[in-house]
């Protein structure tokens, strides 16, 4: 059987998701994840003007080969555009084979290890006060690791912390589209100062030990936002507050930045949601300069490739924290699920449910139950588009927001 059609669809409903679509000459059908955050319709289009007509006639079931013809032919090698569009043909055809085993994917990836996979859940709040009722709603769900993000007094809206109204069930979405809910024209900025956050986060971290005492799981994520000798000593002071990981505390594109903060500290560090490939790995996991990759199967290639990625991590003992929020689509989710339920080194998942129209348009047999997700055992990823209902949602072009430091500087959001 070869590959007859490749179809591309983005949709949008609530946000914007790329979804590829292979179909077999026998009629199987699979499904693939390329959405790029703010950037979608290049994926859409690198997809459809560039990569599908060199699929058709291919033999579905080499995937391997099908990874590394991909990877070689334009020439030009990695970048997020790229890396998100194999993802999604990889995803695709291994949805195909599984299907075609009458197997759920993680099958063929090894079978499961556990019974189901620990997820970390984003609370946040303007202020400690609603931060500390965000977190109690989850603790009392069963949840037993939670992401915190608070404001920083003297700052205004920052990254991570929710702008909806508390208690809503889905508020974080950091790509804006216009106020009227139209395409945006540029991204929103925001201000930022290094100082303000070093100064106030530690003591939250503090109070969080104090009211929620020490067997919650905390995570934080950095965004990018530190030099590595601001990161070290953050990392430094929050250490008595027992950290589960600190997230992205430098851009680490640099990625011996790193060096200086494990030389400072034992805070566990997950790096990685914005690489799409092994090599920018390369120093992070062989010096031991992390303890979790964050990269996201949609964003890194694919299946094939994440599970070489997370294979060489093993070997230093570095588990996965596989990249989770709304950005990435519920296919793009499931195959994180299958692979994470499969993996020896698995660490953990990051989970931020998508709202009711994501989940009209996606029909998942994903499960979420008091903390931990199962990828459920329907044959395949488990994940089917209706695409009716996506054809439904147009495209509305949003941004992610733009940092200055208070001085006007442009500054890592
Ligand atoms: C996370 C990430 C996201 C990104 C988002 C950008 O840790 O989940 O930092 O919140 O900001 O994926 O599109
Ligand atoms: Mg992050």
Redesign the pocket.
């Known amino acids: 059987m070869t590959i007859e059609l490749v179809d591309v669809s983005v949709t949008s409903p609530g946000r914007n998701f790329v979804t590829l679509k292979i179909t077999t000459s026998d009629g199987v059908v699979g499904w693939g994840d390329a959405t790029l955050?703010?950037r979608e319709l290049s994926v859409a289009s690198y997809l459809r003007d560039h990569l599908a007509s060199t699929l058709i006639g291919r033999d579905e079931d080499r995937i391997e080969d099908t990874w590394q013809y991909l990877y070689r032919a334009p020439y030009w090698r990695r970048g997020p555009v790229t890396m998100a569009a194999i993802a999604a043909v990889d995803m695709a055809l291994w949805d195909i084979k599984a299907k075609k085993a009458g197997v759920p994917l993680y099958q063929l990836l090894g079978g499961a290890s556990r019974d189901a996979l620990r997820v970390y859940v984003?609370a946040s709040g303007a202020d400690y006060a609603s931060l500390k009722d965000a977190v109690a709603a989850y603790v009392d769900s069963g949840v037993t690791a939670v992401?915190v993000q608070t404001g920083i007094p003297g700052l205004g809206q920052i990254?991570?912390v929710a702008t909806a109204k508390p208690g809503a069930k889905y508020d974080?979405e950091?790509?804006k589209r216009a106020a009227d809910g139209s395409s945006a024209t540029r991204p929103a900025e925001e201000a930022w100062d290094t100082r303000k956050y070093l100064s106030h986060m530690p003591g939250v971290f503090g109070r969080l030990r104090e009211d929620f005492g020490t067997d919650l799981r905390i995570l934080h994520?950095g965004?990018h936002r530190m030099s590595p000798i601001e990161a070290a000593r953050f990392a430094k002071d929050i250490e008595p507050y027992d950290l589960f990981w600190l997230?992205?505390c430098t851009p680490a594109e640099d990625q011996t930045a790193l060096r200086t903060v494990r030389q400072y500290s034992t805070t566990p560090l997950a790096i990685g949601?914005v690489f799409n490939t092994v090599y920018d790995y390369q120093t992070l996991i062989t010096e031991r300069l992390i303890d979790y990759v964050?990269s996201a199967v949609t964003h890194t290639g694919g299946i094939t490739a994440m599970k070489k990625l997370l294979d060489f991590a093993a070997i230093y003992g570095i588990k996965s924290g596989m990249?989770?929020?709304t950005?990435?689509s519920p296919v793009g989710m499931a195959a994180a699920l299958h692979l994470g339920l499969a993996l020896h080194n698995f660490g953990i998942q990051?989970y931020?449910p998508h709202n009711d129209a994501t989940l009209e348009v996606f029909r998942t047999s994903y499960r979420y139950d008091r903390g931990f997700l199962h990828p459920g055992d329907a044959p395949g990823l488990g994940v089917e588009l209706d695409e009716a209902a996506a054809d439904a949602f147009e495209y509305t072009k949003a941004y992610?927001p733009v940092n200055r430091l208070l001085d006007g500087t442009m500054h890592d959001w």
């Open positions: 955050n703010g984003h992401r990254y991570g974080y950091p790509a994520d965004h997230e992205d949601e964050r990249h989770g929020p950005d990435i990051e931020m992610l």
